[in-house]
């Protein structure tokens, strides 16, 4: 009698991170425009987008190598590899770093650790911050402290907001305890979402993070429509524009605060614009 062996966890977060390389790929690769690169557009492109073998050709290698890493499979990739296929790829800085982490290196100009968070004196900084609103929040985007200015702005405070729903994406997308919405929710969701899997592509197969998906896209249809995007981007110091239900229009200056390029922990600051 046969028994079958059941995956280590961490064979299976690997096969998970393979399929989201995979599927991330495949995205970018039906986003770029082959006449932006002098490319023919015949009758025999029926998909959008670049043909895998033109990927491999822009990146100078094999069409069967290319192929196997976009169809996810178990092979080793080289971070020079890598890179010539975001470069053929036209992938952003934040992108490239994404695709990156899903084959398993770290980002170019990055520790292999990323560096650490002090969680103390982010903590310090949190409840310093008179008149900002700020909250602390994991690689999961949990929210773990926030300081007085934001309990007013989300209009309770930390503790009394449920367990499941401390979480900064969640704010985003639901705000189902906050009278604060942003202005634009749809561009809003748009680049939370794109943010939120470019700080998450470490965890993809960790089974928190796999129910943490599986409830976002149960409870949000936003989530549902952007998430199999693909879509990768990183927040720039910018200006947020809100509505509050009895403050009216808010604009902020959204500042986040890290100790590393891939920091467990961040400071995301809201500074009231005059």
């Known amino acids: 009698m046969t028994v079958a062996v059941a995956p280590k966890p961490r064979d299976t977060k690997l096969v998970a991170q393979r399929r989201e390389l995979a599927r991330f790929l495949r995205t970018a690769r039906e986003r770029v425009k082959p006449a932006e690169l002098g490319l023919a557009v015949g009758a025999r492109r029926r998909a959008p987008g670049l043909l895998r073998e033109e990927v491999a050709q822009l990146a100078s290698i094999s ?3 290319y192929s196997w890493l976009e169809q996810g499979r178990p092979i080793q990739v080289s971070e020079s590899v890598l890179a010539s296929v975001a470069a053929a790829l036209r992938l952003s ?4 770093d994404h695709m990156f982490r899903l084959a398993g290196h770290a980002p170019p100009g990055s520790g292999a650790d990323g560096g650490s968070s002090d969680e103390q004196c982010l903590r310090r900084m949190l409840h310093q911050l008179r008149d900002a609103p700020a909250y602390l929040i994991d ?4 929210i773990l402290d926030w300081n007085e200015a934001a309990g007013m702005l989300f209009g309770l405070p930390l503790e009394e907001v449920p367990p499941e729903e401390r979480n900064a994406l969640r704010f985003a997308l639901l705000g189902n305890h906050a009278p604060l919405r942003f202005a634009d929710p749809v561009a809003a969701a748009h680049f ?3 943010h939120f899997r ?11 993070f796999e129910r943490q998906v599986e409830q976002l896209q149960c409870d949000s249809a936003l989530f ?14 910018g200006v947020l524009h809100y509505r509050h239900r009895s403050m009216g229009p808010l604009r902020f200056d959204f500042v986040a605060t890290q100790t590393g ?7 995301h600051t809201f500074l009231p614009c005059q």
């Open 63 to 65: 069409c069967s190598w």
């Open 93 to 96: 800085a934040a992108e490239r």
């Open 139 to 142: 690689r999961r985007w949990n």
């Open 192 to 194: 939370n979402v794109a």
């Open 198 to 208: 470019a700080d998450t592509a470490a965890l993809v197969g960790d089974p928190a």
């Open 224 to 237: 549902r429509l952007m998430w199999p995007l693909h879509e990768v981007r990183r927040r720039p110091v």
């Open 261 to 267: 390029d891939d920091a467990a922990l961040r400071l």
